[in-house]
């Protein structure tokens, strides 16, 4: 016959089992914050990032908004600065424009990086027509609107994205559609779908309806990352997609993207947004490692790295390490 | 977001009933009192049709089973399996693999409820009083007539504490329902660089509220239902 | 459209960097209707280590806080009969809110991360405990306390070594229950940014890669099994004479 000792010992056995795993598992984790891979200085290539021991004592954290082309970005920033000898904490993934920018005014993150067009449109209210289509002056623009804020903005990628009204080949087939003033008459009948902030800016629906004229029999707001999933499964007619997705030069054949004809969707080249006081703090070497290893950032590399990413489901901590040690900038 | 909690509870609850400026350019407000109250129904037509679909399923097989005695293993075992079903995973795959929108949607959700309510009703059943069926079978009742008229009605306390675990399920699961097209009041909060904090406070909050009405109206509804003489035992 | 300064020194991808695709030969992760893609998962399932460890990390820390709770809750419920009610409801009430919502409620308060979750989660687990414990206490059949009584055994010793003996099974199937639970809804931290085998649901792409899905819905639905079974056993062990009651 058991006696309430026994019973006692079954609970707290029980309970110290669980401690015990608790505890196991609590020394055997990594923290809970990722931290960037470190990597070996110098190298053979000229470009390759030096590591330079003055910075260690910066402690930086690299944002990044919530989907694949921005993770990628986010993680090649923070390899390559953890690289240039700092300090490199990553908070990927945090959320829209909105909440990144309030994460850097915060403190809470060191930088992000942004799209060019985004910033002046959603941030400073510019009308589509008003984001200059060069480069340099948009950044230039954005730069000025970030100055008044204490933040500031480095210079552009080579590359640029843009929103972009995504069909399939059979429906653009079906009515004829090549660019998307030919929706006129047509978008009646069809379902648009896109991310739920389309719908109030102006460089998505919201522009769509203003600058083209444009109705949709319906907008169905869905996660960014089902944008090729309701073509596919043909319950969208049309979806908001990405110039630089992959998806558009892997498959072709099923998806094509209608022309912007009247410029809606501006095109934005990437500016890494940063607070001021940030930049100076963490010394040169943080404005010239990341505008070093950004250079290689053409349209047809980050399509590849988007591939990568998103078709082929690599990490976007995987395919940021190929992207640097294919060009030299880490050992 | 260090302002006081206060100060954001407040405007949480303005943006309840007041168009607010939208954080995103367009000029476009959002919120608002129409726009909560669609949302609120919104979520209430899937929770309830969900719940609706669940009930059909796993009410009269967990009164079967419980009335014949049978499955007790599967019972027991589904309801274990049901409550470990992260339903984050339910909700994504539905999405990715069969579609977005409410007619996938509801489905999905009353899988999740399937398994509180077969459970519940099973033990409810088993628990009855066997010779009240006996009496009733020395009547001469059938045995369709025993399940519905006295396995059933004695059964009621636990059959719907079953029912009001499913009803919390999917109602805190249609709160990601946004992620597969169908939007709830989990909008709010999913997608709160539209509607910002106040408005990711205020989804948060009328979510609270209505799984608390909901609940307390099942509560009350448990109380009409269970007949005098088993209201003394009910815990 | 790239400006003088960054011509000066840009680095070049070698030419191996680029890949051939095409829609017929995309692997079988790239296609988002494949249930389930066998060689992804062999080569890849390293990638579920840190997010089970952080999973079960703040799976184990609010089970734990909240059975200290809701225990000491219960015992000092014991003996008084109208906090009973009142109690429950109150609990009731936390189980009652859907735990997105909680997050975010508590968002202004302690904000993103790991706190907010295990708060949420410990809240979670108050209620199925503090039932249990009460349940199980009651249960105690009259006759042997006023045994114990009999033997001169003080309130407190009677409390701690006759009645609280008895109710461990009941306690443990609470446990088992809320153990399970919280295993599965603390799926949902990923959205206050607390890590856990929800990133591997909703995380970059996850959202259409079904072969990521289902290997973190199986981990977690296999770790929940795994401690109901651990503790099915120890409440078996500690109850001899009646069929273990199961929740």
Known sequence: MRTDKTRWRALLAALAAMALALGIVACGSDSSSTSSESSEEGGSSASAIKSNPENGKVSLTIGSKNFPEQEILGEIYAQALTAAGYKVKSALNLGSETVALKAVKTGQISGYPEYASTALTSFFGLEPEEVPSDANEAWEKANQEFEKEGLQAFEPTPFASANAVGTTTATAKKYGLKTISDLEGVSEKLSLYGSPECRQRIDCLAGLEKLYGLKFKSFTPVDIGLRYTVLEKGQADLSILFTTDPQLSAEKDKFVILEDDKEVFPAGNVIFVTKKAVAEEAGPDYEKTILQVQEGLDLKVVQELDARVELEKETPKQAATAYLESAGYIE | MNTLPLASFTGAFEFIFAPQDSNVTGGNQVGGFEKSLELVLKHLEVSVIALAIALIVALPLGLYLGHRGRGELFAIGIGTAGRAIPELAVIALVAVLIGVGLKTVAPALAILGIAPILVNTYVGVRQVDPAAVEAARGMGMSELDIMRKVELPLAIPTVMGGVRGAAIVIVATATIAPLAGVETLGDFIINRNVYGENGLLAGAILVALLALAIEGSLALLQRRLTSDGLKLKTV | ?247
């Not at chain 3, 009652?96 to 409620?105: D, E, G, N, V």
């Not at chain 3, 410990?122 to 349940?135: E, F, G, S, V």
């Not at chain 3, 033997?151 to 009677?158: D, K, S």
């Open chain 3, 1 to 247: 459209m790239a400006s003088p300064l960054l011509l000066a020194a840009a680095g070049e991808v070698g030419g191996d960097f680029f890949r051939e695709r095409s829609s017929g030969t995309l692997p079988c992760q790239a296609q988002s209707s494949h249930l389930f893609c066998w060689d992804w998962a062999k080569e890849n399932i390293d990638r579920y280590g840190t997010p089970t460890v952080q999973h079960l990390e703040i799976v184990l820390l609010s089970v734990v806080i909240g059975f200290v709770f809701a225990f000491a809750l219960a015992l000092f419920a014991h003996r008084r009969r109208q906090l009973q009610p009142p109690l429950l409801a109150a609990t009731g009430i936390l189980y009652t809110i859907p735990s997105i919502a909680f997050f975010f409620l508590l968002l202004p308060i302690t904000g993103f991360g790991r706190d907010t979750a295990i708060i949420v989660l410990a809240a979670y687990t108050l209620q199925i405990i503090y039932r249990n414990t009460i349940l199980g206490l009651a249960n105690v059949p009259a006759s042997v306390k006023d045994a114990a009584r009999g033997m001169g055994l003080t309130n407190r010793q009677i409390l701690w070594q006759v009645e609280l003996p008895l109710a461990i099974p009941e306690i443990i199937a609470g446990l088992r229950v809320a153990v399970v639970s919280t295993i599965a809804i603390a799926t949902l931290v990923v959205f206050i940014n607390a890590g856990g085998l929800g990133t591997q649901i909703y995380g970059s792409g996850n959202l259409t890669f079904p072969t990521s899905i289902v290997i973190a819905m199986a981990i977690v639905m296999g770790m929940a099994l795994l401690f109901d079974l651990v503790l099915l056993t120890v409440q078996r062990l500690t109850t001899p004479w009646r069929r273990a009651r199961q929740a």
